[in-house]
């Protein structure tokens, strides 16, 4: 997957890329606004894990990925309960844990 940034003339950057969907459909896209290079490649970084699925991401990262998914499909009241759950519950333990490390002993100390 190539991507390349660029600056714009009004001074933000820019990030074109190219990426396979999950039906194997070979895409070229670009997102632009950013205020420095990095972040715009540390947004393409993020961007990647998402497409990839990966076990490995973070319980954080895969939280903001179901979360941008279900804020379509659900209630507010509904979304609201499941960001307090997850931000005031669930994230402060495992939030820097990769999904596929999280094991029942993990869960059931974490509760006691």
Do not use: H
């Not at 890329?17 to 459909?25: A, K, L």
């Not at 205020?35 to 990262?61: G, I, V």
């Not at 903001?64 to 659900?74: F, V």
Request: proline share 4%; glycine share 4%; net charge positive.
């Amino acid at each position: 997957m190539n991507c390349s940034a660029k600056k714009d003339p009004n001074g933000t950057w820019r990030i074109q890329y190219r990426w396979t969907d999950w039906t194997g459909t070979k895409r070229k896209s670009q997102k632009r606004g950013f205020k420095a290079k990095k972040e715009a490649e540390e947004w393409y970084a993020r961007f990647l894990l998402q497409q990839s699925s990966d076990p490995s991401m973070t319980l954080a990262d895969f939280w903001e990925i179901y979360k941008s998914d279900m804020e379509k499909r659900l209630r507010k009241t509904t979304m609201k309960q499941k960001e307090y759950v997850m931000n005031d519950k669930i994230l402060p333990y495992f939030g820097k844990t990769p999904v596929n490390e999280i094991t029942a002993p993990m869960i059931i100390m974490s509760s006691t």
